[in-house]
């Protein structure tokens, strides 16, 4: 009879589900939509400790991983990162189970990897625990507009000629003063290696800022 026992994960995470039964939105997002929504930290204190009553933890694991730059509305630059992860919950006998999830981050720094696993665990453990929503659909507390996508360097190589006059151009406008630091910073970082629609793109953006204030700092 023993033997054809179910693995202890199985009861622990029955008994978590039975115990999590709704955790209310209340942070509200600083954007213009005021959206309500649970971040991570509300899902780790809300979570904790009825996960370790029942002697169950998680261990994360990234499966694959996704990133570009894009170009936001405000001509800053963005990583945007995709992350697949599995998370194996574990009961004290060895026995787990693994929920399997995709999160999306943005971040103009080094923090994209960062919330893009966090934005994964708060929802492999909403899934997980199946924890009722109590308010509207949950979404995240920040978002980008952005650029469409910046093609990356395998593009077919395009007409020498036609990168040389973008560069000229480019040294212009950034010449008179319209371009953003973060503009200056790409394009100090990338230099002559910029692909023609790389280039196009970066034109079309500064062309629609170029009426705008010089800026002071270059």
């Known amino acids: 009879m023993s033997e054809n026992k179910a693995p202890l994960i199985f009861e622990q995470m029955n008994k978590i589900q039975k115990q999590a039964d709704g955790l209310v939105k209340e942070q509200t997002s600083s954007q213009g939509s005021g959206f309500k929504y649970r971040g991570v930290d509300d899902a780790y204190n809300y979570l ?6 029942h002697d169950v933890f998680s261990v994360p694991r990234v499966v694959n991983v996704l990133r570009e730059e894009r170009l936001s509305k405000a001509g800053f630059f963005l990583m945007y990162t995709v992350l697949t992860m599995e998370y194996d919950f574990f009961a004290n006998d060895g026995s787990k189970v693994t929920a399997c999830v995709i999160g999306e981050a943005m971040d103009s720094s080094d923090k994209s990897c ?3 696993m966090s934005v994964a665990h708060k929802m492999a453990l909403f899934q997980t625990t199946m924890l009722p929503t109590m308010l509207s659909a949950d979404i995240d507390a920040e978002t980008h507009e952005v650029m469409p996508s910046i093609p990356d360097e395998k593009s ?3 007409t020498p000629m036609a990168i040389c006059d973008q560069l000229a151009e480019l040294s212009d ?7 953003t630091k973060e503009m200056n910073d790409y394009l100090d970082k990338r230099g002559t290696s910029l692909t023609y629609k790389q280039a196009g793109q970066l034109i079309d953006r500064i062309k629609e800022i170029k009426d705008q204030p010089p800026l002071d700092e270059k």
């Open 173 to 179: 406008f950034r010449a008179m003063g319209h371009t």
């Open 156 to 158: 077919p190589p395009e």
């Open 48 to 53: 904790h400790d009825i996960f370790k009553a």
């Open 114 to 116: 960062n919330k893009a």
